[in-house]
């Protein structure tokens, strides 16, 4: 049996933020914008316990919708602008927001666990055998 590399654990954050591996923090965690890999190409992780669905996405998406809420409403009190300034304004700052924060919390929420924190479940036996220590 070949002796299996070991790795320097990223930071799960960053590694989530940045949609990187969470085992060597250097392959990139997607192959498409929302879609997970099926392994990491530089380390050859399985990422298949990795895959938390829709959940991340959805659940920034209405994280943002309501920061974009507060903000048109305090917008329309202060200022009164006509509407076409509404739709100028949120309507991309929305599609902006949401696209950009998706990414980032699908990897943070299936991507990057810490393994030392969950040794017996089945991201920290994917993860936890191959780091130093
Ligand atoms: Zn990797």
């Not at 392994?39 to 959805?58: E, H, I």
């Not at 304004?89 to 924060?101: N, R």
Request: glycine share 12%; with cysteine.
């Amino acid at each position: 049996m070949p002796a299996r590399k070991k790795y320097s654990p990223p930071s799960p954050f960053m590694a989530g933020l940045k949609s990187r591996c969470p085992r060597c923090g250097r392959g990139r965690l997607f192959s498409g914008y929302l879609t997970i890999a099926p392994r990491c190409r530089v380390c050859k992780l399985n990422f298949g316990f990795a895959d938390s669905g829709d959940g991340p996405a959805v659940f920034i998406v209405l994280i943002a919708g309501f920061f974009i809420v507060v903000a048109v409403l305090i917008v329309e009190v202060r200022y009164q602008p006509p509407y076409w300034v509404h739709a100028a304004l949120w309507l991309p700052l929305t599609g902006i927001l949401s696209l950009g924060a998706a990414q980032a919390g699908q990897g943070d929420a299936g991507g990057a666990p810490i393994p030392a924190q969950c040794p017996r479940g089945p991201v920290g036996q994917a993860l936890g055998q191959e780091f130093e220590t």
